[in-house]
């Protein structure tokens, strides 16, 4: 094995064992379409909540509007984005949930309790974690506020190693209006940190 871990087997294995995950099927309308993106060599670690619909279908990470929204945020392109010896994409679920009243449902919880920990610890070179949403905000940060608008508030709190953000979907867009000071002060920041974290 490499130090970097690209010829760990056991890797290539826990990987394949959670591609053919089905713990949560019988919740899953669509059925299980586990989408994720991992390689120990990893320098970002984007931590998101669960696919949608049309991730799903295309069994490809952010392939819709968010991811859009999402790698302009970051400063990256598509090809950098989805490398994944730079970008290691995480979501809290692996499989869409299906639809509620009000948006997609909540990320399934069978998957951070049977999968993160061990996958985290396969990414020993992340220098940059981005924390999507409230439910991974909750899991990966200690110090979470009564909110996610809080949390997100209190960036400065984690920078540089750690940024909260809101989901980057379009229907957060009366979110960032109303919050001026993320696009003025916050994405700046990020946007560095993105640099910093992939520079050889």
């Not at 890797?11 to 949560?24: D, G, M, N």
């Not at 991811?67 to 869409?96: H, K, N, Q």
Request: glycine share 8%; charged share 20%.
């Amino acid at each position: 094995m490499g130090s970097d871990g690209s010829g760990d087997k056991s890797f290539a294995i826990l990987l394949e064992s959670v591609k053919q995950c089905r713990l949560c099927e019988e919740f899953l309308p669509m059925g299980p379409r586990p989408v994720l993106q991992l390689d120990p060599r990893a320098r970002i670690l984007v931590a998101g909540q669960a696919p949608g619909r049309r991730v799903h279908e295309s069994g490809v990470p952010f392939d819709d509007p968010s991811g859009d929204r999402l790698r302009e945020w970051l400063g990256i392109s598509r090809e950098t984005f989805y490398d994944p010896t730079m970008v290691a994409i995480l979501p809290m679920g692996f499989c869409y949930p299906g639809t509620g009243k009000s948006g997609d449902l909540p990320p399934r919880p069978e998957c951070a309790t049977a999968w993160r920990k061990q996958l985290m610890q396969r990414l020993p070179r992340i220098r940059l974690t981005l924390v999507i949403g409230q439910y991974a905000q909750k899991w990966h940060l200690p110090r979470t506020q009564k909110n996610l608008t809080e949390t997100v508030r209190a960036w400065q709190d984690h920078a540089p190693g750690v940024f909260p953000l809101p989901h980057p979907s379009p229907r957060n867009n009366i979110w960032l209006k109303k919050n001026p000071w993320f696009a003025r002060s916050l994405l700046p920041a990020l946007t560095r940190a993105v640099q910093v974290a992939l520079a050889d």
